[in-house]
């Protein structure tokens, strides 16, 4: 499984990718493409030129039916997921459980707690 997104996987996401895609390997992006896909440039139009490494490092890294997570920027996600499409990769997306709670402090501020439990990972649909 190839990672394109910007935090670490957790226990019970390899564990489901292993289980149930038959994940073997967990490919992360070299530090100045992570750093490249983490950091969009969000003035103007969209960097196409921005992204284009990343594109060629999964061409060169993965092949067709290697599974592909893909989370970041809405157009640079929208991009390698049309590219996956067209190369026969799979990409995947992780889908959570949200749960909001909000807590008045003693001091009489509220706390607010957003926690985020791991459902699965889920195919981004063709058009």
């Given amino acids: 499984m190839a990672l394109l997104f910007s935090h670490a996987l957790t226990e019970e996401?390899?564990?489901?990718?292993?289980?149930?895609?038959?994940?073997g390997t967990f490919l992360s992006l070299p530090d100045d493409l992570q750093s490249r896909w983490s950091?969009?440039?969000p003035e103007g139009a969209f960097p196409r030129e921005w992204i284009q490494p990343v594109i060629?490092?999964?061409?060169?890294?993965?092949?067709?039916?290697?599974?592909?997570?893909?989370?970041?920027?809405?157009?640079?996600?929208?991009?390698?997921v049309s590219w996956c499409h067209r190369e026969g990769r799979i990409p995947v997306y992780a889908?959570?459980?949200r749960r909001y709670e909000s807590r008045r402090q003693p001091d009489g501020s509220i706390k607010n707690i957003?926690?985020?439990?791991?459902v699965n990972f889920r195919r981004y649909p063709r058009e």
């Fill in 13 to 23: 996401q390899k564990q489901e990718a292993r289980e149930k895609w038959g994940i």
């Fill in 39 to 41: 950091q969009v440039p």
């Fill in 56 to 80: 060629e490092w999964l061409s060169r890294e993965t092949g067709p039916g290697d599974v592909v997570l893909v989370q970041g920027e809405f157009g640079a996600v929208y991009l390698v």
């Fill in 95 to 97: 889908t959570t459980a």
């Fill in 114 to 118: 957003h926690l985020f439990k791991h």
